[in-house]
């Protein structure tokens, strides 16, 4: 299985996960990304049993209404039963690396909200160590220099994403050479920094499941 077949054979498992689950007040939160995208895309298949969606990001939304899936404003629900989404790292402790499509803070903010969390990932995600892909933070435009010097002296290479804005209307820089031993201090650090939105670690809330695309099938992973 090639890196393509592993990401659709997660989003085929993440259908049968949540399918049997579904009833008239299921709330599902979608994520962002190549992954969530083909997830979206078997939603379409079941789109007659699916109650309300809440997305992640526009690019999503737009994904979901182009299959008629209905799209809700997060207010406009009193809760997400279900996030489904993908991830740049993931270490057993299924504390992740997301936002390297730069919706890490509305995919936070769903997160924050959603019962449950399944991610959905390849095995090349799967690290000892968070820190080998880049961190992304969110951050105020403002601050961008100011929040720079500040990553350089948590020991980061912090670097502008150029010509990205988020759907908030702020920008990424991506904490490069930045291992990530402590995830939990680590993002409550970041995000103390004053001009920060967030940071791309979910490890105060990490996924509670994984489905692993794997050269052997998918693997369901649960925090160690
Ligand atoms: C977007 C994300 C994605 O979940 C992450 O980048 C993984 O993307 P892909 O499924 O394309 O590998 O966090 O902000």
Redesign the pocket.
Known sequence: MDQQQM?QAVADAALEYIRSKLDNDTVLGI???????LFIDNLASIKGHINATVA??EASAARLKSHGIPVYDLNSVNQVDFYI????ESNSALQ?????????TR?KIVTAVAEQFIC???ES?LVHTLGQFPL?VEVIPMARSHVARELVKLGGDPVYREGVVTDNGNIILDVYNFSIPKPLETEARINNITGVVTN?LFALKPADVLLLGTAGGVKTLRAE
Request: charged share 25%; net charge negative; hydrophobic share 30%.
């Open positions: 990401k994520g962002t990304g190549s992954t969530a995208n992640s990001s989404d993908g991830a740049d992740l690396i997301k936002g390297g499509g730069a919706a890490l995919e959905i990932a390849d995600k992304p791309g």
